[in-house]
């Protein structure tokens, strides 16, 4: 009993110790705030200055998939221990962006910054992810502290206060200091903004995938004054007329359309009149709807453009991608007989709400692209999309001559029209006048090595062209150096499509130079041709050094467990390439071996397939063990190959520890019963894998 009761004394006392050094430093915490408050203009200005860089930023739509207003906050500030403040667990947390923190307004006009109920995320990274976004915070953190009225007030809502402020940046300063290589994560002077890339990146330092995308369940918007924004649902919510909006989402609905209330974006497809008109109706009564993507999918009229045109004059519509299918007969031929019956389509360009408007014409609407008449005054932007189909020689020299003068065709899509050398050489002639183009398709046109030559020309002087589609076609080996050698001095062109076009040994050795110092080359596509084993050999050379290429399709090249081999060593020096394909390429157990080997050190690779070749069960308990060690891999496709119970089943445990890969292909694989049920057990416990393919197995 004495032995109980001394016990209980000395954790009262360790408990009362506690508390005084709590009291302590919640002291020292005021005197250094008032200091700060006390502190000369010029640091407040520059905390001012980085908080204000932050919150005008202008983040492309593409760009902004993760909110940009984040902190630090304990899990649980009451438990704190400020004894040894880097042992207490933190969360990462997003704010929402209600009102306009960017306005010259007082603090008392503006809605306070908060969090919403979130268990916040933890931190997968520590030091990659305090070096690379701390500052970030801790300007936020401090900024957040001091609830300074200013041009850019960004006062914290009470819950936000309470969630502990003084902890997180207790915690960034112990950390700053424990650290060298974070040792200036708490000086704000010399911040340099977040750019778009980081703000993609940050998701992949949580440990849990937030599958919905709703960072800190907030979503999302276009605001009203066309800026994004991520706020919480009820903020959202409160931006529009709930009633008003549920008749113009029915309309939406009974068109097949998607609408994305947050984002003010809508996709439909229009397929008969009526449907139309109802849709146009509609959309006279929206205010938020920001960008539309329409497609006329049916034999419209220049009655049904006018309507489309006066709803659009009334509607919120800045953005505009349309699809113009096919006119009436009876309408094309007045069309295609005068300029002056283009004047609804100029009319739809010319209102006043449109920023930024991308038209797909229709094959038979191409000769628009010569009687464009007009320079536009309002628009920012102004882009034409359109396909030729059975393109004739008097149709190509029509259309080459467009090429060289229009200034708003962005992509041209040739496909199937037997153009062959002597219409590539006039096609390559006018592009090489060409400024606004950036995706030409030439696939299945029997081109030649004449033909690549001419294309080789125009890549050496044009300044715009980025995709190039030359698949099935002939350009063999002597094209192909043609082609190599502009490749090692552009420095524009990032996506070639090269599948099937008979290149050998001789074509893959040419390619791999260009590859070495290509500066620009993104993705490559040399599927279905026949360079085997060799080619890969010299093109996992340049993969070596190759600082650009992230994706790579080798499908269907017979490379072998030798080529594999080549590919593996390849893997563990390059550093960008994030997707390959190696469907049907006749690897073995023995390529399974050397790649998987590769695997589990490479961390950039995120999506593989390795369909059709021969893994089987021992390839898979080769490629579980993978799973259990690399932490990027995303995507893998292991379908059409003889991985039957046993393989299943070691893949299977691995996906109980795996917290990265998303989705995993099995389709026809003699997995029965015993496989199935083991990879149930497995989903039960993985938390990340939401899309698995078992099509086609073979239960018992």
Known sequence: MPNLVLETKEKESEMLKLQEKKAKMQVETKEKDDKIQHQGPDKLANLQKYVHAILTQNVELHEYVIPRLFIILPVDHTKWDPTNVLKNKIRVHFLCECGDHTAMTSKNSQKPLHITKHDGYEIRSSTEFFRKYGKHMFILLKWLKLGMTSSTSLAPSPNLMDAGIDCSIDYMEALSKEDPDLSNITTIDGYERLKGVDLQQLGASFRINDLGRHFGNLYRIMAEAGHLKWRCFDHCRS????????????????????????????????????????????????????????TFGWDWTETDLEAFENALAVSSVSTLRLGLGRLQESSLKKVLSTSRQYETVIRVIELSNMKTIYIVLSPDLIKLLNLWPRK????????????????????????????????????????????????????????????????????????????????????????????????????????????????????????????????????????SEALKVSTSLIVIDLSENSFGKEGVLVLSEALKVNATLATLSLRYNSIGDKGALALSEALMANTTLTTMDLSASSIGREGILTLSKALKTNITLTTLNLQSNSIEDEGALTLSEVLRANTT???????????????????????????????????????????????SEALKANATLNTLHLEGISLD
Not at 276 to 292: D, I, M, P, S
Not at 383 to 403: D, H, K, N, P, R
Request: glycine share 8%; charged share 20%; proline share 0%.
């Open 239 to 294: 931006m529009y007329n709930e009633e008003e909006q549920k008749v113009f989402e029915y309309a939406v609905k009974t068109n097949s359309g998607k609408y994305d209330s947050h984002l003010g974006k809508l996709i439909i497809t229009l397929k008969s009149e009526d449907g139309a008109k109802r849709f146009f109706n509609a959309l006279t009564n929206a205010r938020r709807v920001y960008e539309l993507y329409a």
């Open 633 to 679: 891999l995303a995507t893998l496709d292991l379908s059409y190959n003889s991985i039957g119970n046993e393989g299943a089943r070691v893949l299977s445990e691995a996906l109980k520890v795996n917290m990265t890969l998303i989705t995993l292909g099995l389709w026809r694989n003699p997995i029965g019963d015993e496989g199935t049920m083991a990879l």
């Open 376 to 511: 536009l005054s309002r628009l920012h932007k102004l882009t034409f999309e359109t396909s030729a189909q059975a393109v004739g020689a008097s149709e190509l020299l029509e259309l080459a001559s467009s090429l060289k003068t229009n200034t708003a065709l962005a992509i041209l899509d040739l496909k199937n029209n037997s153009l062959g050398n002597e219409g590539t050489v006039v096609l390559s002639e006018a592009l090489k006048a060409n400024t606004t183009l950036t995706t030409l398709g030439l696939w299945c046109n029997s081109i030649g090595k004449e033909g690549a030559l001419a294309l080789s020309e125009v890549l050496e002087t044009n300044k715009t062209l980025t995709t190039l589609n030359l698949q099935y076609n002939k350009i063999g080996d002597e094209g192909t150096l043609a082609l190599s050698e502009v490749l090692k001095i552009n420095t524009t062109l990032t996506i070639l499509d090269l599948k099937g076009n008979s290149i050998g040994k001789k074509g893959a050795l040419v390619l």
